[in-house]
């Protein structure tokens, strides 16, 4: 693993120490009429590190997110953040667990009327109390560590598509969440703008030390930055495959796609 480096003192207090998991799935079923999307799965994501999960489409990887952030729920199963269960919830409970939560979602999600700016900017004038000084600071710090603060007064259609992942990655940022979901962060990106967004997102990681959460495709690039990969398909989860290991991992699906990969060598 790499070095942590420029971690602040701030940062070292506010993460916890213990080796309890920042995200729990427990024996998750669920189902969407007679269609069956999850089968016991259980997932253990480590504070602190990068956790990849893989997986066909439609194998259910955005409905486990959804579980945990709140949105969706399994029919039966337990949904753990820090320690806190997610489903069966009250709204203030939810809104508590979801204000240490940062989301990057499939496609950048940005509001098309508000400017790059403005769209970081929101959660901050929504959810705190700081003042519009403290916002800017806020806001252009992390359009700067993204390397997109030119763009700051221009609108989303007037950006690239990687300028717009890495807005939607300022604003999942912006709040220091404890833990981001990065939904497909790349999606629809050329190889090399999405090394670049992988890039970044593993900078901001050394630099805060957040528990990341991907779901991606890009297999076998999304690897190079996995401290633990998930394998989900046929309506299973195979969770703790090693990057090194993940050529031995018990998951035909994967096995398939990598040696197809190997005749284009
Ligand atoms: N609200 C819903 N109602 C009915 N079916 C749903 C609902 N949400 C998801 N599904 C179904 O559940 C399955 C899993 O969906 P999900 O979006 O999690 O797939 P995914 O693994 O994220 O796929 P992709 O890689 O294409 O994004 C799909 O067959 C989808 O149609
Ligand atoms: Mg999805």
């Known amino acids: 693993m790499a070095t942590r480096k420029n971690t602040t003192p701030e940062k070292t207090i506010r993460k916890k120490t213990t080796a309890e998991p920042a995200i729990v799935v427990e024996n998750a079923h669920k189902s969407f009429g007679r269609q069956v999307v999850h089968e016991d ?31 969706d729920q399994p029919d039966s199963g337990r949904v753990l953040i820090e320690g806190r269960q997610m489903n069966g919830a009250d709204d203030q409970s939810l809104e508590a667990i979801r204000s240490q939560l940062g989301v990057v979602f499939q496609g950048a999600a940005l509001f098309d009327s508000r400017t790059i700016f ?30 997109i603060d030119e ?21 999942a940022l912006v709040r220091d969440p404890q833990i981001i979901l990065f939904d497909e962060p790349t999606t629809g990106l050329d190889p090399e703008t999405q090394a670049n967004i992988y890039d970044m997102l593993e900078a901001t990681h050394e630099r805060i030390g957040y528990t990341a959460l991907i779901v991606s495709h890009d297999i076998p690039q999304i ?22 290991k993940v050529q ?8 398939g796609i990598l040696a197809e990969m190997k005749k284009w060598k």
């Open 41 to 71: 799965v259980n997932l253990s994501v480590p504070r602190g590190k990068k956790t990849v999960i893989v997986g066909p489409s439609g194998a259910g990887k955005s409905v486990l997110l959804k579980y945990i952030l709140g949105l």
């Open 223 to 244: 690897f190079r930055i996995a401290d633990r990969i998930a394998i989900l398909h046929n309506r299973t989860l195979i969770d703790g495959v090693e990057p090194g």
């Open 151 to 171: 763009a700051a007064a221009k609108f989303p259609s007037q950006i690239s598509g990687g300028m717009q992942k890495r807005a939607a990655m300022a604003r």
């Open 118 to 147: 403005d769209n970081v900017a929101l959660p901050l004038i929504e959810k705190t109390e700081l003042s519009s000084e403290e916002i800017e600071h806020k806001v252009m710090s992390q359009l700067k560590a993204l390397q």
């Open 248 to 255: 031995n991992a018990p998951s035909p699906w994967l096995k």
